[in-house]
């Protein structure tokens, strides 16, 4: 009796592995990702800070006051600050740890995120945030970025000691140190050279 032949199989018995499928979850970027978007808002914040050094530089030439938002230096100065501080919180954003350990680096990315944002409103507006604004803002930055320095430089889990001093001295540069755009730059510049985002993320 004749039989009807099988059909060759065309697949192997045992699995076939497979790569691994992107999750694609827009919450939880890999490392690699994260550090590319840290190092390139690093760098521009550095590029701004730079740049604010330069309006600084031709203010001090023209013996026009910076401080006085109602020139065009003025302004100038407080947009390229403001978009440094908002390209700063990007970038310790990407670099912070995930899920409960975000909570203690939440006060310096939302630091700089609200002075970032009123110095860009002010130059927009030309209306001065109240004073309360101001040192609300101020000590939750200055606050925040002390203990990002210090958390990041734990076991250089973010970056090295000195980086993490540089983060944590942010605010004190700004108000205390003389040509303070240069030293500004350096650390946002060291930030984007050695920093990588915390493992435990």
Known sequence: MATTPHPARTTP????PTRPVDSGVAGAPDPA???ALARTAAWIAAALFI???GVGAAAALT???VGDHGNALGRASEALTGLAFLAGA???AALAPRGALLTAWIPGIAGLAASG???VWVVATGAEPAIEVFLAEVALTALGLVAAGVLGALRRRVWPWWVGTGVALIIPIMFLVPLNAIPLALVW????LTAHPDPRS
């Open 13 to 16: 018995d045992h699995d076939v």
């Open 33 to 35: 990702r994260r550090r």
């Open 51 to 53: 740049g604010q050094f």
């Open 63 to 65: 013996g026009i006051d």
């Open 90 to 92: 990007v970038a310790i």
């Open 117 to 119: 944002a009123t110095m």
């Open 189 to 192: 510049a060291a930030v984007a």
